[in-house]
């Protein structure tokens, strides 16, 4: 296993916060607002390996780091993708917001700034998770209101 899947890839050598580390529980959100089980369980995943990666190993070597990785960059292309094929195209802009939180964080993290890492990551995952849940909320059980046959698949 490559040494870039099992690094947190933070220069920072005690990085530990409870804000940014804990916050990637509201990545479990969406699963409130979802009728599929398998939804569900994607979004608990997701908010476990958030935790799991940004808290209890952010100062160490572990394959959770790579597997968060993957993990968020799939539910974030999967959201972006389930908002522009069932609500407005111009909702898509909504995830710049995040995005935008995630790109400051990098920045940084390039600048060797641990406080505004720790800021910018929990807002990462403060609007991630409110927006993911608003939005999965709003594709489940707005725009597919009274389709029996969709909340029953």
Not at 117 to 145: A, D, E, N, P, Q
């Amino acid at each position: 296993m490559s040494l870039s899947m099992r690094t947190s890839g933070l220069p920072f050598e005690d990085s530990k916060n409870a804000w940014s580390g804990l916050s990637g529980v509201l990545y479990a959100l969406p699963a409130l607002a979802t009728p599929f089980w398998w939804e569900k369980l994607l979004w608990l995943l997701q908010a476990f390996l958030s935790v799991t990666a940004d808290y209890f190993y952010v100062n160490d070597l572990h394959v959770v780091h790579g597997i968060d990785r993957i993990f968020a960059t799939y539910n974030t292309i999967r959201i972006i993708m389930i908002v522009a094929l069932n609500l407005p195209v111009w909702t898509v802009v909504f995830a710049i917001l995040p995005l935008s939180m995630y790109y400051n964080g990098a920045l940084a993290k390039k600048s060797m700034n641990v406080k505004k890492w720790i800021m910018f990551h929990t807002l990462w995952h403060f609007t991630g998770g409110f927006l993911c849940m608003f939005f999965t909320y709003m594709v489940r059980y707005v725009y597919h209101s009274g389709d029996i046959a969709y909340v029953e698949n």
